[in-house]
């Protein structure tokens, strides 16, 4: 099957890594041509795995384009691949995070530019276990009935979910980078497993009233980045409640997306009902101490649990 790879960074080599495991011919794509020379790519060449610096060239490779780009710049991405007739094709988006403005979710702005085959993607797994060819499983959120052609793609050791609920997908992919932040805190302060998968647990219990549909990957993505040290939203939490200054440095310096989408998620969700997301938008507007999480994800809810 011929296949297109938006996208030249770790996940993209991951995502290509597993689907040229099952012989598939790929179109790898970047904006930069010295991208394929770094070591990942430059040792991955064959007769069925072609580049480019040219996104049309790209797009009119195959009917099959994964969109593996980072957030900031999906929206330029998205405006220029319309303009090259792929209404008829599959886009496969990977990319976690949302649009700075209506319509907000991928999705939509792909409905609204009349692609109506889109499929967003997650999974409890890192792109460094992905290109070591490791067991996972991986769910596709879209509308299209193409179940059999995405599991084609891949090979038997990867695990393939479909299901309909794709904003659920996308908003959970956001909201899981935000609650990770509330792991570093509480890790920084306690330095306790035993309260991290406490606090992760009541991650998820907010997630299922925010979600119409909270999928098995959902939850796992969800446990996996937030309790992952090395992880951006990780750490930016535990410098938060370290070194205040420092973690302004941090976020000018690294891309932290689950802070750098919380004026996004207040426009969308109407977060006062959701303590733990309201509490860590506080935190991170600097509106409150960090050292107060902790008391008012525990201790205010066994208070309100109490006076039931």
Known sequence: MKITCIGSGVFSYAIATLLKEKGNTLMIWSHKKEEFTKENWATFQNEHIFYTTDLKEACSFSDEIFLLISSPFMEDILTKIKEFDIHKKTLYIGTKG????????YSSYCEKSDISNVYSFCGPNLAKDLSMK???????????????????????FISITINPYIKDTELASVLKNIYAIGSGILWEQ????????????????????????????????????????????????????????????????????????????????????????????????NEKNPLTFYQEIFVKKNESLRMQ
Do not use: W
């Open 190 to 285: 306690f330095a306790s497993k035993s309260t991290m998968i406490s606090y992760l647990s009541l991650c998820y219990q907010e997630l299922s009233q925010i979600l119409s549909h909270v999928s098995i990957d959902i939850l796992g993505d969800l446990f996996l980045t937030g309790i992952m040290p090395e992880g951006r939203n990780f750490t930016y939490g535990r410098l938060l409640l370290k070194d205040k200054e420092e973690s302004k440095t941090y976020q000018k310096q690294t891309t932290v997306e689950g802070a750098n989408m919380i004026k996004l998620i207040s426009q969308i969700l109407e977060v006062e009902h959701y303590p733990i997301l309201q509490n860590l938008i506080h935190i991170i507007k």
């Open 98 to 105: 949302l649009l700075s403005h209506e319509p907000y979710f």
């Open 134 to 156: 490791t067991p996972v499983n991986i769910t596709f959120s879209g509308k299209s009935n193409k179940e059999v052609k995405i599991k084609e793609m891949f090979p038997d």
